[in-house]
């Protein structure tokens, strides 16, 4: 491709992902986006085909300029205050981008970008360090499920119904609700638990709910090193197993 046909692209994109933002309703004509871009309707087609194509495009910019944060980032040696921090900085970006976390989380964008499922693969590798500390109740996989989940529903209202949600600690509330569910009792206070206290803590709750933290823990552990004592069939099956009970969910 010649320099001047990606500057050309690149124009175009800068373009649309600028008056995305600023539109009062999130939406651009295709017309609007060739007067600002100084191009003809042929060159907005020839490089992203139709409107779809441009708005896709315009999502993958978004992520894009989303994961320059997550890519940055070092992990710290506590992945709980990283999963903290991860949440704050995801609704920060929706507050700070709203027109485009709309549509970078549009149900119209029937294949999610790459950049998308590069930022959840760095959810679950944060609450797979965490699941290798004990700090996890269940499968990383499924919690990041979750943790995504809840963390694009709260900030898809934020943005969309401003005057409904106003309340300023709200994305933190359910953070904090979420990561309850998440992450064990141990690994959400600040506070020490003494052994005595933790085999009180397992009495009381009983084998059906310190079961998938336990499994989960395991899991993670046989991952980071394997045993050789296994064969590549027995592992496969015992990793089967632990996960099962990872996901089991206490009656």
Request: include cysteine.
């Amino acid at each position: 491709m010649s320099t001047s046909v990606s500057s050309t692209k690149a124009r175009i994109l800068e373009v649309a992902a600028e008056l995305v933002a600023n539109s009062p309703d999130g939406d651009v004509s295709t017309r609007a986006v060739c007067e600002a871009a100084g191009v003809g309707a042929p060159a907005l087609y020839r490089h992203f085909g139709d409107k779809e194509g441009l708005l896709s495009a315009v999502v993958d910019h978004g992520y894009e300029k989303y994961l320059t944060t997550k890519r940055s980032r070092r992990p710290g040696t506590d992945p709980i205050q990283d999963l903290r921090d991860g949440w704050d900085t995801h609704t920060d970006f929706a507050l700070r981008n709203p027109n485009l976390y709309r549509l970078m989380n549009s149900p119209a964008m029937r294949t999610p970008p790459a950049a998308a499922l590069e930022s959840h693969r760095i959810l679950t590798a944060d609450l797979r360090r965490a699941a290798e500390q004990g700090k996890l109740r269940l499968a990383p996989e499924l919690a990041a499920q979750m943790i995504m989940s809840a963390n694009v529903g709260v900030s898809l209202m934020l943005v969309s119904r401003p005057t409904t949600f106003t309340d300023e600690t709200l994305s933190r509330r359910i953070r904090d609700a979420v990561h309850a569910v998440v992450f064990t009792p141990e690994a959400m206070g600040p506070e020490t638990t003494s052994a005595d206290d933790e085999e009180a803590r397992a009495e009381e709750a009983g084998a059906e709910e310190v079961l998938p933290a336990t499994a989960t823990h395991l899991a993670a552990l046989l991952r980071r090193t394997p045993r050789p004592d296994f064969t590549p069939g027995e592992s496969a099956l015992l990793g089967e197993w632990l996960d099962r009970l990872s996901n089991t969910t206490p009656e």
